[in-house]
């Protein structure tokens, strides 16, 4: 079992944990999609090549949401005038269940305007092997132009199971980041 001291050193987050859980296995092959374990991802967004321009000048104003389900669960922040541009960040997000991609967006910050859709893509997190760390390139598309070239983004992962408490955890993303994100885990 994990206090929630012990998950705060895995992840550099805050976390309240309150019910304890288990996994089973040491792949994703021997995990059930029903499992109730607890997973870590642990995910440093390393950089964009080759966006897509969407600011006057040819350039964008990156950043890139990661969502899991409807939940946004990492921001990152905003590279100007770049794009190539090389973020370098870390987050750690806590999941119940492997069932759901990890849904990765890039945005074009726009100030007072809304922000422009700069591609998407999905990764399985069912495909990842467990505690091994990951390069993941990920090819940048637009569901309603599908042909178009809009970059890629690189990323390493890496996918723990986790045995210890949970039912309220919350965390927050990175100290920069000023918003927290509650997550409600239930089995």
Same mark, same amino acid.
């Given at each position: 079992m994990l206090d929630s001291y012990r998950l705060k050193s895995f992840c550099n987050l805050p976390l309240v944990c309150h019910k304890k859980i288990s996994t089973v296995g040491n792949s994703n092959a021997d995990v059930p999609l029903a499992d109730p374990g607890m997973y870590q991802l642990d995910i440093t967004l390393r950089r964009g090549q080759s966006l897509a321009a969407r600011d006057r000048g040819g350039t964008s104003d990156p950043y890139v949401k990661f969502k899991i389900g409807r939940k946004e669960v990492f921001r990152s922040k905003i590279i100007h005038k770049n794009l190539n541009p090389v973020w370098?960040?870390?987050?750690?997000?806590?999941?119940?269940? @492997?069932?759901?991609?990890?849904? &990765?967006?890039?945005?074009?910050?726009?100030? *007072?305007? +809304?922000?422009?859709?700069?591609?998407?893509?999905?990764?399985?997190?069912? +495909? @990842?092997? =467990?505690?091994?760390?990951?390069?993941?390139?990920?090819? =940048?598309?637009?569901?309603?132009?599908?042909?178009?070239?809009? *970059? !890629? &983004?690189?990323?390493?992962? !890496?996918?723990?199971?986790k045995e210890g408490e949970h039912r309220d955890v919350t965390m927050l993303m990175r100290k920069s980041w000023k918003r927290s994100s509650k997550v409600i885990l239930s089995m």
């Open positions: 370098e960040e870390k987050a750690c997000v806590l999941i119940d269940h @492997l069932r759901e991609p990890l849904y &990765i967006k890039v945005f074009d910050y726009d100030f *007072g305007l +809304q922000d422009d859709f700069m591609g998407s893509a999905f990764l399985d997190l069912t +495909q @990842l092997e =467990l505690n091994r760390s990951t390069d993941v390139t990920l090819t =940048l598309k637009d569901p309603h132009y599908p042909d178009h070239d809009l *970059g !890629i &983004i690189l990323l390493s992962v !890496i996918l723990t199971p």
